[in-house]
């Protein structure tokens, strides 16, 4: 069945550093878009960044310049690096693959920035 798992969330201090991971399998990873969403407490889910077959990658505007989304075929596996993080990126973050007519999400990672 398709698994999509995250790592790497967790506790930082505002300015520091994350790198989230989305490990992919029973899909074929390389034809999938895949994307970073995240849901804060008491907010809807939004996209943070997407990834394109390709390699084309889009930010929303309140990480761009702060995050790289990056994505390895080989290792079925997309990155996200977070970098100067803000109490206000403290959310559950949610990989997701998607093409035409198929769309698959992980079961998400918290991360929290505080000090």
Excluded: H
């Excluded at 939004?46 to 290792?75: C, F, P, Q, W």
């Amino acid at each position: 069945q398709v698994q999509l798992v995250e790592s790497g969330g967790g506790l930082v201090q505002p300015g520091g550093s994350l790198r989230l991971s989305c490990a992919a399998s029973g899909i074929a990873f390389s034809i999938y878009a895949m994307g970073w969403y995240r849901q804060a407490p008491g907010k809807q889910r939004e996209l943070v960044a997407r990834i394109t077959v390709g390699g084309s990658a889009d930010y929303a505007d309140s990480v761009k310049g702060r995050s790289t989304i990056s994505r390895d075929n080989a290792k079925n596996t997309v990155y996200l690096q977070m970098n100067v993080l803000k109490p206000e990126d403290t959310a559950v973050y949610y990989c997701n693959a998607d093409r035409p007519f198929r769309s698959y999400w992980g079961q998400g990672t918290q991360v929290t920035v505080s000090s």
